[in-house]
Each structure stands twice: as structure tokens, then as C-alpha cells.
């Protein structure tokens, strides 16, 4: 997959996109055939236990990038811009986004509207892929609050203008977060570029959601936008039950999980 691909399959074919953080996860993202994944920095939430996204940095974005891409090598991977990566300065914001293609990324990613469009512009002259994110936008959350986006005229009037503008500054997608649908069609339709909708309907170009989310590793995250194809915790839960039961009473490990000495292998061949 590439950057001309995503742009042909804008009203043709649905985008498939999830987040992963660690190889094995990537691993197996690649093998189901996924379109994109994303390196979020919601790693900061599901990896690292904060309560926000605004504690990662890019140290530890970046050890994160690197694993996902040592998984997933053939698969088009968006690296994610922590808080305060890009909004320093243009300068800053470059360099930053210079490490994270040099980490194995294909992209980058980062929030905001308007505000972020003549950065993403310059980025894009530099020869850095970028894909933009407007709606509710979690690096902003202290200041916007957590809800979801559009429905207001006001609202509706300042996402659609973002939206033009990022698609006008060179973005090649857009991620919409928890935008009301009616709002997320309308920006569709008013953009050359593929949106990637979390929480932003049926209309989208493409859907994106977390790992630990979908596959119900985290049980305390019920939002409307989410559907869980799988219990994760509990199954997880279970097969640590079943291990440490049988640890505890001697049934593991059994005779087939032992090495043998050499001499006695080599009898026992004979």
C-alpha cells in the first residue's frame, strides 16, 4: 500500500486501519492483511498506563515505531506526532518529523485544524507524508474538553474549513474523531483526501480503532463508537489461570516440556 493507493480507493474501497505498538502485534496486523496501521500516541494510555496521551514523548514514540515497522515491513505505517513534537516550532516540528521516518514510519500524524495547516504545508515540501486529525483532538483535551464534535453550526463551519485547509496543505488523509456522522459526510464529500473516522459514523473513507480496544483487552473502555470482536481480557485472563494452576500443582512442566543429557538421548536412540 502506498500514499497513491489510499487516494484511488477514496469512494471505491473502504480503509482498514489499527493501531499497534510492539512487533508481534504488528506481526499479526500484516498477516490479516490490514491497510495501514497507526503508532498512536495513545500508547501512552494502553502501553504505558497514563491517564492521557500528553505524557508520551517522542523517546519513547519512537522505540515503539521501530518495533511496529520490525513487524510489519510491508505494511504503510503512520507515526503519530506526541504534544509538544510539533507545536514548539517549524523547525522543532520538522526535525521531529524527520525522526520518525527515520524510526521506519511512512508518515506521520498530528492535531489540529487551521491552526497546524501552513506546518503541515511546509512538511509536505520537505517530502514528509502527513495525515492530518480535526474533531476532538485528545492532545487539546484540558482546553476542548472530551466530547464529541459538530453539533453546532459554529462547529460544523469550523471543521469543514479545517478540513479543506488540510486537504488544500498537502495532508493525504483525515483521521475525524467523535465527529457527529451528518458533519464527517459532509467533510467526505467537500475533500480530495480519505478521512479515517473513529467515532465519526458510517460515511467515512476509512475506520480506525485501537488494539487493546477492539479486541477487548482494556474492559474499562466502553465508548459508543467502539465494537469489541473479542474478549480479550478474559481469554487472556483464563489461559494465565490455567498456567499457574498447573505450575502450582506439578502437571506443567510434563515430560515433553524437559531436556535430556546426551548420553542418555543418544541410549535412548540406540
Same mark, same amino acid.
Given at each position: 500500500?502506498?500514499?497513491?493507493?489510499?487516494?484511488?480507493?477514496?469512494?471505491?474501497?473502504?480503509?482498514?486501519?489499527?493501531?499497534?505498538?510492539?512487533?508481534?502485534?504488528?506481526?499479526?496486523?500484516?498477516?490479516?492483511?490490514?491497510?495501514?496501521?497507526?503508532?498512536?500516541?495513545?500508547?501512552?494510555?494502553?502501553?504505558?498506563?497514563?491517564?492521557?496521551?500528553?505524557?508520551?514523548?517522542?523517546?519513547?514514540?519512537?522505540?515503539?515505531?521501530?518495533?511496529?515497522?520490525?513487524?510489519?515491513?510491508?505494511?504503510?505505517?503512520?507515526?503519530?506526532?506526541?504534544?509538544?513534537?510539533?507545536?514548539?516550532?517549524?523547525? +522543532?516540528?520538522?526535525?521531529?518529523?524527520?525522526?520518525?521516518?527515520?524510526?521506519?514510519?511512512?508518515?506521520?500524524?498530528?492535531?489540529?485544524?487551521?491552526?497546524?495547516?501552513? %506546518?503541515?504545508?511546509?512538511?509536505?515540501?520537505? /517530502?514528509?507524508?502527513?495525515?492530518?486529525?480535526?474533531?476532538?483532538?485528545?492532545?487539546?483535551?484540558?482546553?476542548?474538553?472530551?466530547?464529541?464534535?459538530?453539533?453546532?453550526?459554529?462547529?460544523?463551519?469550523?471543521?469543514?474549513?479545517?478540513?479543506?485547509? %488540510?486537504?488544500?496543505?498537502?495532508?493525504?488523509?483525515?483521521?475525524? +474523531?467523535?465527529?457527529?456522522?451528518?458533519?464527517?459526510?459532509?467533510?467526505?464529500?467537500?475533500?480530495?483526501?480519505?478521512?479515517?473516522?473513529?467515532?465519526? /459514523?458510517?460515511?467515512?473513507?476509512?475506520?480506525?480503532?485501537?488494539?487493546?480496544?477492539?479486541?477487548?483487552?482494556?474492559?474499562?473502555? +466502553?465508548?459508543?463508537?467502539?465494537?469489541?470482536?473479542?474478549?480479550?481480557?478474559? %481469554?487472556?485472563?483464563?489461559?494465565? +489461570?490455567?498456567?499457574?494452576?498447573?505450575?502450582?500443582?506439578?502437571?506443567?512442566?510434563?515430560?515433553?516440556?524437559?531436556?535430556?543429557?546426551?548420553?542418555?538421548?543418544?541410549?535412548?536412540?540406540?
Amino acid at each position: 500500500m502506498s500514499i497513491k493507493c489510499f487516494l484511488k480507493m477514496k469512494n471505491k474501497e473502504k480503509i482498514a486501519m489499527i493501531t499497534a505498538y510492539d512487533y508481534i502485534s504488528a506481526k499479526i496486523a500484516e498477516a490479516a492483511g490490514i491497510d495501514m496501521i497507526l503508532v498512536g500516541d495513545s500508547a501512552s494510555n494502553v502501553m504505558l498506563g497514563n491517564s492521557d496521551t500528553i505524557k508520551i514523548g517522542m523517546d519513547e514514540m519512537l522505540i515503539f515505531i521501530k518495533a511496529v515497522k520490525m513487524g510489519a515491513p510491508n505494511t504503510f505505517v503512520v507515526g503519530d506526532m506526541p504534544f509538544l513534537s510539533y507545536q514548539i516550532s517549524e523547525s +522543532e516540528a520538522i526535525k521531529n518529523a524527520g525522526l520518525i521516518l527515520k524510526a521506519g514510519a511512512d508518515a506521520v500524524k498530528l492535531e489540529g485544524g487551521k491552526n497546524v495547516a501552513p %506546518l503541515i504545508r511546509k512538511m509536505v515540501e520537505y /517530502g514528509i507524508p502527513v495525515m492530518g486529525h480535526i474533531g476532538f483532538t485528545p492532545q487539546s483535551y484540558k482546553q476542548i474538553g472530551i466530547s464529541s464534535k459538530g453539533k453546532t453550526k459554529t462547529e460544523e463551519d469550523l471543521l469543514i474549513e479545517s478540513a479543506v485547509a %488540510l486537504d488544500d496543505a498537502g495532508a493525504f488523509s483525515l483521521v475525524l +474523531e467523535m465527529v457527529t456522522e451528518p458533519v464527517a459526510k459532509k467533510i467526505t464529500e467537500s475533500i480530495s483526501i480519505p478521512t479515517i473516522g473513529i467515532g465519526a /459514523g458510517r460515511f467515512c473513507d476509512g475506520q480506525v480503532l485501537v488494539w487493546h480496544d477492539f479486541l477487548g483487552l482494556n474492559r474499562d473502555f +466502553e465508548p459508543k463508537f467502539l465494537k469489541k470482536y473479542l474478549n480479550g481480557f478474559d %481469554l487472556f485472563k483464563k489461559a494465565i +489461570e490455567n498456567y499457574s494452576k498447573e505450575v502450582k500443582d506439578g502437571t506443567f512442566p510434563s515430560i515433553k516440556n524437559v531436556f535430556k543429557p546426551i548420553d542418555i538421548e543418544s541410549s535412548d536412540q540406540k
